[in-house]
């Protein structure tokens, strides 16, 4: 079956790293992405990675894909509080037009 | 700069109205989505359309219908709504399969009293 799951909340201080974790269940996932929704706003894509690829570095953002477990990691590093958002991950299936989001994690930011 | 515009970001509408949700994009994108978003419980897929004319029922389709009769536009409707679909309302559009983006409209909150 269809499922993605992530925590909720996660508060970190001013400069340094986040890691946000995401599980999900279906082996068919062809595309992983991350998806960052700030307040009021739709979502805005992040980054993504491709099933057969252990790791994607962009810039900050640094994407760890566990294909064994089915586990998805996101790192930002030196978090600025302008990373303050809810952060969503998501999977595209294989055949599959839909994505299928996780319950988002709420990205606490403080000095 | 591609866009998804949603007709309204705040709407207020009484129990037992008929309401409809514009969503227009200009990326002329074959599939089109629209999501429910509670907290907690993320983005809920409640239909989504793959062609013109053509649509597909999400995770959660109960109490609401679609239309797409062009490409670019697709309308959700609640034929009478219900408190229990106080919301925030997200279209999004992509290509076919693959490794596309999906972009999302900027929400429709809908309150319904």
């Known amino acids: 079956g269809e499922d993605v799951e992530q925590s909720l909340f996660l508060s970190v201080r001013e400069g340094d790293s986040s890691v946000i974790n995401c599980t999900y269940t279906?082996?068919?996932?062809?595309?992983l992405y991350w998806y960052k929704q700030e307040p009021g706003a739709g979502l805005q894509l992040l980054t993504y990675i491709f099933s057969n690829m252990d790791m994607k570095q962009d810039q900050r953002l640094t994407v760890l894909l566990n294909k064994k477990d089915k586990h998805l990691s996101l790192r930002i590093a030196d978090t600025q509080t302008g990373d303050s958002a809810i952060y969503f991950c998501?999977?595209?299936?294989?055949?599959?037009?839909?994505?299928?989001f996780g319950a988002g994690t709420r990205l606490a930011v403080h000095p | 700069d591609v866009k998804v515009t949603q007709s309204s970001r705040y709407l207020v509408k009484r129990t037992g109205e008929k309401v409809f949700l514009e969503c227009v994009q200009d990326?002329?994108?074959?599939?089109m989505f629209w999501y429910r978003q509670d907290p907690g419980l993320g983005l809920r897929l409640i239909y989504f359309?793959?062609?013109?004319?053509?649509?597909e029922k999400g995770d959660i389709p109960e109490g609401y219908s679609v239309s797409r009769e062009k490409k670019e536009r697709f309308s959700l409707i609640l034929e009478s709504a219900s408190t229990n679909q106080t919301s925030m309302y997200l279209c999004?559009?992509?290509?076919?399969?693959?490794?596309?983006?999906?972009?999302f409209g900027q929400g429709t909150r809908l309150t319904v009293v």
């Open positions: 279906d082996s068919s996932s062809t595309y």
């Open positions: 359309s793959y062609d013109v004319k053509m649509k």
């Open positions: 999004a559009s992509r290509f076919t399969a693959g490794n596309t983006e999906a972009f």
């Open positions: 990326m002329d994108h074959e599939n």
């Open positions: 998501a999977e595209s299936l294989r055949g599959y037009n839909k994505l299928i």
